[in-house]
């Protein structure tokens, strides 16, 4: 069940969240197929997939009979394109461009920003949420954010109480029980495909130490090519309280 409400949330998509957006192929594999770092049967195996997986076509046509995809892991690499099934694309909702009330103070030219804007569901435009920022590194990184291949980070804030609300299972039980906060474009960009979404932009957004109680101010969005946890997605502010 769970699997089938993520193929659907999917397709509840804004169109109008990043100008000049077309939407993406979506494709599941038909069986178990291996994901190849090149188009070649002997190219290195990056991955093995189960069949029902999730994909995205990086680009529409295939090349020497293998599909360039994106696994809902984000990983990326090329399949054999008979295991592979188009999905049928619905046709996009007429969805006016989301502009956050002015006296909010959310950026929305950061929406030009995010890495695969359709894969978010935005449930508020713009919300203030304050916490305390606890490590998400698993103490791997000094500054307790995951840096993510997008240029991304992947924080994580212990919400006060009044904002629990915010959470759900995907919060609980991939996440630690905390909020997710990408501050966009904060690292080098080491994915290629995301390369063109940091261009021409670069990061304001000040990242408090870990153990700092804060002000996050941003989108409030629901990741569904993941875990389908709650995130603020892109912050656009931190202010240490």
Known sequence: MRIALRRTVLFILLLGLCPGF?????ATTKRA??????PSKSA????HLAKGDRL?????????GFYHIETEHDQIGWAWSAY??????PP???TPTPTPPPDTGCDASLWTHVYHSYRL??????????GTIVDASGGGEPDGVRHEADGDTH???KVDAQFQNLLNAGNQNDEGGNLVFEIICKFPVTQADAETACANYTDKVKLPAVGSHVRILGVYVQDTFHGQWMEIHPVTSIAVQ
Request: charged share 10%; aromatic share 4%.
């Open 56 to 64: 995205m076509l990086v680009q529409m046509t295939a090349d020497s």
């Open 84 to 89: 592979v099934r188009l999905s049928p694309t």
């Open 92 to 94: 996009p909702p007429p």
């Open 44 to 47: 290195p195996i990056i991955a």
């Open 121 to 130: 569901i935005v449930h508020q435009q713009c919300v203030a949420v304050t």
């Open 22 to 26: 077309t939407w993406a192929q979506q």
């Open 33 to 38: 197929v291996v994901l190849r770092r090149d």
């Open 155 to 157: 924080g994580w804030l």
